[in-house]
């Protein structure tokens, strides 16, 4: 009996970062048709740099560096829409995937203010808009913010989401390293907003910070989806999230392919839906596919759970809310994010 899903099952994939998703060859020709200074000029140091050996891995703030220089190599229009294009036709030439949301921190790609915000927006619709005349896949875009930054600049960024939906941008997101200066309550406002005009709201949480953040985040920010959130699994009060199981290994959120065992055991006895997806597939070195294929040979997600989650993730989905609903129709409320009954 096959363990995996055949390769002719279209897949979507709905947590994958712009800055991991790009082969190091390609990043490789961007930095030098810009004239990047890279602190190598060996390529196979250049590669290593920028991905995670099939056998390493990393703590979580150690994979978070990886992007400093996949972000410089994309801060340019010519890089995003470069970028924006080989990830989207890729995900379907390598896995058939034909539904995609692709995530991006837009003022990461504009050199601090040097370069205009728009313009590189714009890029990665053109991106998304070449791939589409290509490849029959269905593409958006969500808005990474940042706790890093300030809220004044993730405030811009809500904006420029709001500016854009109709162009391919279908949602926001919070991401980056735990920052003392953030506080999930600040941003309730944002998302509000947000929601009101039809974009799907994620946060990613249950990943690096206490298990308490889950709830909390579900709680004020009320997301259609949570990204990672592998620690709801110890807090009965918040079960609803998204799954990257080589990415949760490799920054060693989880310890290993047991306790992500038990992590999904414990999403089935509680009827939580879950979707599987990559994160960041050429830095992780491993694929949609390759994905499911170790669930399914460990014996954590039988064929017939595989199905279950990829069709979670065709009904989970952003990009049809803003694709083929009028504006005029799009939900003006948010889908209930912690369901116990079954999917």
């Known amino acids: 009996m096959p363990r995996t899903l055949p390769r002719t099952v279209p897949l979507a994939e709905l947590h994958c970062h712009l800055g991991a998703a790009v082969t190091p060859a390609i990043m490789w020709g961007i930095a030098h048709a810009q004239g990047i200074k890279l602190p190598t000029k060996d390529y196979w140091e ?87 005349l290509e490849y029959p896949v269905k593409p958006g875009l969500i808005f990474c913010l940042d706790r890093a930054f300030p809220y004044e600049l993730n405030e811009i960024i809500t904006e420029k989401a709001i500016t854009w939906r109709d162009r391919g941008v279908v949602g926001i997101d919070i991401a980056g390293p735990e920052s003392a200066t953030f506080r999930l309550a600040d941003y309730r406002r944002l998302y509000r907003r947000a929601r009101q005009y039809g974009l799907g709201l994620t946060v990613h949480t249950g ?37 990257c199981p080589t990415s949760n290994l490799n920054t060693r959120v989880v310890s290993g ?68 609903v009028p504006l005029t129709q799009r939900r003006p409320a948010r889908r209930q994010v912690v369901e116990r009954e079954e999917a």
């Open 46 to 132: 250049f590669r290593e740099l920028i991905t995670v050996g099939p056998k390493g891995s990393k703590s979580f703030d150690g994979y978070l560096q990886l992007f400093h220089w996949t972000e410089l190599i994309q801060s340019s229009p010519f890089a995003v829409e470069r970028s924006v294009y080989e990830v989207v036709g890729g995900a379907y030439r390598k896995n058939n995937i034909t539904t995609m949301e692709l995530r991006f921190n837009p003022m990461k790609r504009n050199r601090g203010g040097e370069q205009d915000l728009d313009h590189i927006i714009a890029a990665a619709t053109r991106g998304m808009d070449r791939a589409t």
């Open 207 to 243: 990943e690096a910070g206490p298990v308490e953040e889950v709830a909390r985040a579900v709680e004020l920010l009320e997301p259609d989806r949570i990204g990672h959130g592998v620690k709801a699994a110890y807090d009965p009060r918040a079960m609803e999230m998204i799954v």
């Open 257 to 324: 392919w047991d306790e992500l065992r038990w992590i999904f055991d414990t999403f089935r006895r509680n009827g939580v839906r879950f979707t599987i997806s990559t994160d960041g597939p050429e830095m992780l070195q491993t694929y949609i596919r390759d994905e499911l294929a170790t669930l399914g040979r460990l014996g954590i997600l039988s064929v017939e759970e595989q199905e279950q989650a990829m069709a979670t993730a065709m009904a989970a989905s952003f990009v049809p809310n803003v694709s083929d």
